[in-house]
């Protein structure tokens, strides 16, 4: 549910600028360091590439930031990367984020199961978010 919420507003986004939204540019099921790479290599292959990336997690970001080093691609002057998390990694590869406060996520998801569990009502609930620009913006 959370890539789709995630997906409409980057179509939405792209309608604003009067950008066309490409299917091919939506990368799913990537959330390791290795698909990061993997992802690297399918930008590269991409004759119209996209200038910057937004990514669903700090290990994807991390794989995709380390290759494009590693094949001498400047990152952001050739290729911006904005991703989720801010996970220690991102803090050791300066890669920008948006703090989405997983761990007190968890904590909320627990306590809302606890109250479901003992038949209370829960609440909806949504969380502070913050970005966090480092040197991949």
Known sequence: MNSHIRIKAYKDALEEIGETFKEEWVIEKA???????????????????????????????????????????????????????????????????????AKEMGKQAFAMLEKRIQGQPIESRVLDYRLIERLTV
């Open 31 to 101: 959330i390791t360091m290795n698909d990061g790479k993997a992802l690297f290599h399918k930008w590269n292959s991409w004759r119209e590439r996209p200038t910057a990336i937004f990514v669903a997690n700090d290990q994807v970001s991390a794989g995709l930031i380390l290759e494009a080093r590693a094949q001498q691609v400047s990152v952001p002057d050739e290729l911006a990367i904005l991703s989720f998390d801010n996970h220690e990694i991102s803090q050791l590869l300066g890669i920008s984020t948006i703090d989405i406060q």
